[in-house]
């Protein structure tokens, strides 16, 4: 192997990441945590209205990350909501993170046991806006209660996101490795594919499992420096016939 660690995104490259319908983070907090005297004032489409607009405003200007408590924080203070007693606003977010529809993606167990089998060391690197407890037991939910990899980092702790190239160096010092030595496996070709190969990793891996047509065609991005696969199955192929 030419590489000596692995760095893996969460969300569609380690499992699968899904949504009830659309916002229903957002409507669930409404419903289920909101107290009924606020709900006489103010209406869910009030509240979902002035999240998506929050979110699409941040997102798009901010390479850091902030945390869904802070957004519906924000949200809670423009709209003056009032929640139910007895719980608090994490525990809320940590319970609403927990009904995301999850699954593990096909075989990347298996590609974790090929990693351990070169002595390959390998860890999680994840955008989210959720907290590391959630994401941790999300991934959990879906290999049988396990952590299977070694390390979990997630930009909502460490305060900055991919494509941003201080996620992955810090990814890569987590590890003890220098960049060059560590490759990085992602769904996102913009935030993993660019990102990792911004920050010198020796190779990006985009696991296109979903089919996305690759639109960035006026990003610096080196064809030699990362590779296309739909599977794991695919990708493990690639490493043990040496076209890695």
Known sequence: MNFKGCLFDCWDTVIEYGEKEKNFLIKDFYDEYISEDTKKVVSKQEVVDVYRKFCDKYFKQYDFEIRIEAIFYYVMIYLNLKMKPNISLEEA???????????????????????????????????????????????????????????LLVSSDIGVKKP?????????????????????????????????????????????????????????????????????????????????
């Not at 991005?221 to 076209?243: A, F, I």
């Open 93 to 151: 977010c940590y319970n609403l993170g927990m009904k995301h529809i999850t699954k593990k993606i096909p075989d990347c167990d298996k590609f974790i046991d090929f990693l351990k089998k070169n002595d390959i060391s390998y860890a999680v690197l994840s955008n989210t806006i959720h907290s590391y407890k959630m994401t941790m037991d999300n991934i959990k939910k879906c290999y049988d209660g396990k952590f299977i990899f070694n390390k």
């Open 164 to 244: 941003n190239t201080m996620i992955f160096d810090l990814g890569a010092r987590s590890l003890n490795l220098k960049n060059e030595e560590c490759i990085y496996i992602g769904d996102s070709f913009l935030a993993d594919v660019y990102g990792s190969s911004n920050s010198n990793f020796y190779k990006s891996v985009w696991l296109n499992w979903k089919k996305d047509e690759n639109n960035y065609d006026g990003l610096a991005v080196d064809k030699d420096k990362y590779v296309e696969v739909s599977s794991y199955g695919e990708l493990m192929t690639l490493m043990k016939e040496g076209r890695f």
